[in-house]
């Protein structure tokens, strides 16, 4: 049967990536939005997006996430959006910069200059349009420019205009991680947050 709803996730099987990457916490926090968690799919580990949209393209697995990109190229493959997860409204890092403390405590000029670079790259982004689509298709060396186009505007409002982390963010990413690793049960998100560079 055709999947029409979230709802009809249960029991059917997703292609997934390796577990611990951005595209299996995505999967995690989809399933926790509507109510179910890994135990109420089949989960086949397949790899990469391109692999993963194949796999459900040509009916060997039902679902899988993907970024907006992904979502793109699933469509013209005759796929679907079941669920929008930015409409989910889970608190999530997705992509973030780490620094031990020694690097902070000894290189402070240096973490100031690469936040205010994140955060000049982020408006850059959303103010530049033609120009961060000549970008992509120089070093994706991909698709049309108008597949570009589609990508940067899915994802421009996707990007938030602060750089700042979200603790809540954080939670549900330790909450994913000691599914996978116990150590991060114990692990408090405050403790990963350094502020005073934002």
């Keep these: 049967p055709e999947i029409k709803s979230p709802e009809d996730l249960k029991g059917r099987s997703a292609a997934m990536h390796i577990p611990g990457t951005a595209a299996d916490f995505a999967l995690r926090l989809a399933l926790k939005g509507i109510g179910f968690s ?9 790899g990469g997006a391109p692999a ?19 979502k793109i190229r699933g469509e013209k493959l005759g796929l679907k959006m079941i669920i929008d997860m930015a409409k989910l ?18 290189n402070p000029d240096l973490v100031q ?9 982020v408006h850059y982004y959303k103010n530049h349009k033609d120009s961060v ?25 996707l990007l938030v205009e602060d750089t700042y ?30 502020l005073r560079f934002v």
């Design 38 to 46: 890994l135990k109420d799919i089949k989960g086949v580990t397949v």
């Design 52 to 70: 993963r949209v194949t796999a459900v393209a040509t009916g060997q697995l039902d679902f899988t996430v993907g970024t907006e990109a992904e």
């Design 89 to 106: 409204n889970i608190p999530f890092q997705f992509t973030c910069t780490v620094a031990t403390r020694r690097t902070i405590r000894e």
């Design 113 to 121: 200059r690469m936040v205010r670079a994140m955060a000049e790259a």
């Design 133 to 157: 689509v000549k970008i992509m298709q120089k070093y994706s060396r991909g698709p049309s420019r108008t597949f570009f186009e589609e990508v940067y505007d899915s994802s421009r409002e």
């Design 165 to 194: 982390p979200t603790i809540e963010g954080l939670k549900n990413t330790l909450e994913i991680q000691a599914s996978l690793d116990p150590k991060a049960a114990k692990a408090k998100a405050e403790d990963f947050v350094d």
